[in-house]
């Protein structure tokens, strides 16, 4: 019986590995939609997604229902654990207290910058007790970060850095008009309506809430 050539034998089995379904990691497809989802937002699609990651729009609605799914499974535990809080602790006492919040300020308008988005598409897919499905658990981010912000504030209160006032105002003020900032950028970015630049708007609200919180000079 004739074998076959080797010609033959090398296109069989080209032939046999096209036939084979494409085996992608879960963690390649988060990656690719973490990325896509930090660069564009709300805006970006599942068909960037599956672009970035070298696959099919079709791999991914085999794994998510939806873009919400996808994107909550790549953003939810970068946003349970962003950056700007992982230092908070290890800033009380060191440097200006101006220089910190400014960092933190900025640290916080990426938060929400990613948190957002995640926020307006879950408003649409809420959880059984009418919350969005990442606010619907014990210890959603936004709370999170309101009560380690607030720690941060009081600790400084206590070394004296700070004047005595209600941590949490302090926090829920800071907070609140960076979220204002970024709720405006989401909003009116499209249309070009936001001259006001992140650090012009952190260094500003530093300002604004130092003069409130700042030390009182002791009288000699």
Known sequence: MTGKSTAEIVSTHSLKIMAR????????????????????????????????AGISEGTIFKRYKSKIDLFHAAMGEHLADPDWTRRLAARVGQGTV???????????????RELMPLMMMSWSNPAPNGLPGPLAGPNPPPMVALKLLTGFFEAEMRAGRLRRQDAEIVARTFLGGLNNYVFFEVLYQANNELPLAPETCVRGLVQLLWAGIAPIPQAR
Do not use: C, Y
């Not at 390649?28 to 973490?34: S, V, W, Y």
């Not at 101006?98 to 938060?111: K, P, R």
């Open 21 to 52: 379904p494409v085996r992608i990691k879960p963690e390649t497809i988060l990656l690719a939609a973490r990325q896509v989802f930090l660069e564009r937002g709300i805006r970006a699609t599942t068909a960037e997604v599956a672009e970035r």
């Open 98 to 112: 101006e220089s910190n919040l400014f960092e933190i300020g900025m640290g916080v308008i990426t938060f929400f």
